[in-house]
């Protein structure tokens, strides 16, 4: 290689003759006197006064790679159970929160239910799944079981396995019984451990599990892309340690995600590429095997039942509200003695239960809820399989909060009977001339409403400034699905339907089903579809609460998969059309005085990326040429009446 600047032959001659004088490398150097380092090669702590011990641990697994694992076992404890957390988001971090000589402090945060775990005495085990931070191997997101998607003899079922096997053979402290539990990709991972499950498992606890991307979790919603995810991705895949951070040259996310477009374009921009998940998703915008063959309610629908689980569900769930409903109802047939499958449904947020749980933004519950379920519910159910000579708890098969009483429900099953022998009826509430909601068919009035959906001005799906996902730095990101609705419904890109005031309480117990027909002058289209109680103009209990609108469900759908999730399919222009899908899962009192509305839109921005209205093949690579404003009717006339099929509660 050539030099970028020529040494001067002059200025040579006096380097060389200076190099000369100088001392060969090898020559004697003088000494000084060593100031002895005050730093020791290796401190050992004084923990004497802690009331846990800590251990840090490599587990091997059968393909010979070994995982971080972190255990605290509580000072004295003899023959107790081990909880097991597996997770990729820094096991350290979760077993260091406030350094402390007590485990309660270095316990609190994500995943821990902290008073359950440090007074009922258990040994937690918290453990970074293979690639991640402290663990050796190779990082696939939500890793499928050996199979197809899987040629290598190791997931996340059998590192599990694996796990346990060591920790009941190496911890002497314990009774030989694991329970595993977790919230989101944490709560992915006790539902990978019933896949052929150790002999030691006892107990198993998913909260707000991550179980079907492409239908109702992460990463899509019937189709629709949710690109408000994509620094999760990022941040996730980038690096082993989560190190390099997402970044936006825009306070509002709307902002940023308009000015690239498209989602794919977005990753273009950001190097996103590079990334195996990302590849895979821009790739499948579609319900083809990569997505059905991994999706964890299908896996395990043909599993045997082995293990008690208890499925925790947050009604307002603002990332994975699909999940735990989805495997209560692929497991639960095979509980045929009603005691191996509990499900739990709280009016929280995504992880809410191991928070605290008297509100969710501006709604209150009355009592901490959070608590209750912690302390009436998740204590006794852990105890009963995890500590020695513990009664049996004394659980509901389903324990449901209902929002709007504000009060907790015993059940018999979800969402068909409870236990005062009462049952849930379908009770279409039809969309009527007038911007009008009832229970009865329209006879007359207009066919249709309409508006223009405009790509270039999408709908927020919340107020802006568009806030990024997070949770941090006062960021609300985990209260938008109980926003106040009122926002969109002034909006003539959006249309609304409202009731009279109810006389008396109307109870929902399970999924609305959206009936809708509609038409576009495009050849796609998505609709969302909003069921919302409007509170009276005054509420004397919380003045600020009047004319609130409340979601109590509401969803999205991708119009080209009308005819089949796996075959997307351009739509026939301006011609009226069925489309069917279900709300996410409510258990609500609509009170007297409050009404009931329905909004439909066709976009909700930056949240999802944009329909751009045009089909093309693949969305994900959609030129700018390909947005276009379309019409769009919402049907209301005999014979193509649009209606949402409410899940009533007859008494």
């Known amino acids: 290689m050539k030099p ?7 200025l040579l001659a006096l380097l060389l003759t200076a190099s000369a ?3 060969a490398a090898d020559a004697p150097q003088a000494k000084y006197p060593n100031y002895p380092s005050e730093t020791p090669a290796q401190f050992k702590p004084a923990t004497a006064s802690f009331d846990y011990v800590r251990r840090e641990v490599m587990i091997p697994m059968r393909d010979g ?11 004295g404890a003899k023959h107790a159970g081990i909880l097991l957390t597996r997770t990729p988001y820094d096991a350290n971090a979760l077993t260091s929160h406030t350094m402390s000589g007590h485990l309660a402090p270095m316990l609190e945060g994500y995943d821990n239910a902290t008073d359950v775990i440090v007074e009922d005495g258990y040994i937690r085990v918290v453990q970074d799944v293979r690639g991640k931070y402290g663990s050796e191997g190779d990082y696939v997101m939500n890793r499928p079981v050996h199979g197809p998607l899987n040629p290598t003899p190791v997931d996340d079922a059998t590192d599990t396995y694996d796990t346990i096997d060591w920790l009941v053979k190496n911890i002497p402290e314990s009774n030989g019984r694991v329970g595993t539990l977790g919230i989101s990709y944490d709560g992915f991972e006790p539902l990978m451990a019933l896949v052929n499950p150790h002999p030691a498992l006892k107990v198993s606890v998913p909260m707000n599990p991550m179980v079907d991307g492409w239908m109702g979790d992460d990463w899509f919603h019937n189709g629709a892309f949710r690109q408000q995810n994509m ?21 509002d996310t709307y902002d940023l995600f308009m000015h690239y477009g498209s989602a794919g374009a977005l990753g ?25 063959a991994q999706a964890v309610d299908k896996l395990l629908a043909k599993q045997p039942l082995k293990v008690p689980v208890m499925l925790v569900h947050s009604l307002w769930d603002q990332e994975d509200i699909y999940g735990a409903q989805a495997v209560y109802r692929a497991i639960k047939p095979k509980d045929t003695g009603g005691q191996m499958v509990k499900l739990v449904m709280g009016p929280w947020h995504h992880g809410q239960e191991i928070d605290e749980g008297s509100s969710l933004g501006a709604i209150q519950f009355g009592s901490d809820t959070a608590k209750y379920f912690r302390e009436h519910i998740l204590r006794p159910f852990l105890a009963q399989y995890l500590k020695d000579g513990a009664p049996r708890a004394n659980l509901a098969p389903v324990t449901a909060f209902q929002t709007g009483t504000n009060r907790w429900e015993r059940l018999d099953r979800w969402p068909l009977a409870c236990e005062r022998g009462c049952a849930t009826t379908s009770h279409p509430l039809y969309l009527e001339p007038g911007n009008k909601l009832g229970f009865q068919a329209p006879a007359q009035g207009a066919a249709y409403d309409e508006y223009v959906s405009d790509p270039a001005h999408p709908v927020p799906y919340r107020a802006r400034p568009s806030q990024p996902m997070g949770y941090d730095n006062g960021l609300t990101w985990s209260q938008w699905l109980v926003d106040d609705q009122r926002e969109a419904s002034g909006r003539t890109d ?28 495009g050849t796609d289209s998505d609709w969302v579809v909003k069921l919302i109680d409007v509170y009276p103009d005054q509420v004397a209990e919380q003045p600020d609460m009047g004319g609130y609108q409340l979601a109590v469900a509401m969803d999205i759908f991708r119009g080209r998969y009308r005819t089949g999730f796996d075959k997307p399919a351009p739509l026939a222009a301006n011609q009226p059309l069925a489309y069917r899908f279900s709300l996410p899962n409510a258990n609500h009192v609509f009170l007297p005085g409050h009404r009931l ?26 030129q700018p040429a390909d947005y276009v404003k379309a019409t769009q009717r919402v049907y209301h006339a005999p014979g193509k009446a649009s209606f949402i099929a409410l899940p009533v509660v007859a008494k």
């Not at 970028?4 to 002059?10: E, F, H």
């Not at 790679?65 to 000072?75: A, E």
């Not at 509305?597 to 959609?622: C, E, G």
């Open 597 to 622: 509305m329905v909004q439909v839109q066709s976009s909700w921005f930056p949240l999802y990326d944009r329909n751009p209205q045009t089909f093309v093949p693949n969305i994900f690579k959609a």
């Open 4 to 10: 970028r600047v020529a040494v001067r032959p002059i």
């Open 65 to 75: 790679v070994k995982l971080h694992t972190v255990i605290l076992v509580p000072k």
């Open 21 to 23: 004088a100088l001392p």
């Open 494 to 521: 959006v249309l609304t339907y409202v009731s009279e005031p109810l006389s008396a309480p109307l109870a929902i117990a399970g999924a609305p089903e959206v009936n809708l027909v509609a038409s576009t002058s």
């Open 231 to 251: 620094s999760y991705i990022y941040e996730q895949e980038a690096s082993r340690d989560n190190s390099i951070h997402w970044w936006s040259n825009y306070h």
């Open 268 to 292: 273009e921009a950001y190097g996103m590429n590079q990334l195996g998940f990302w590849n895979k998703v821009v790739a499948h915008p579609a319900y083809d095997t990569f997505w059905s």
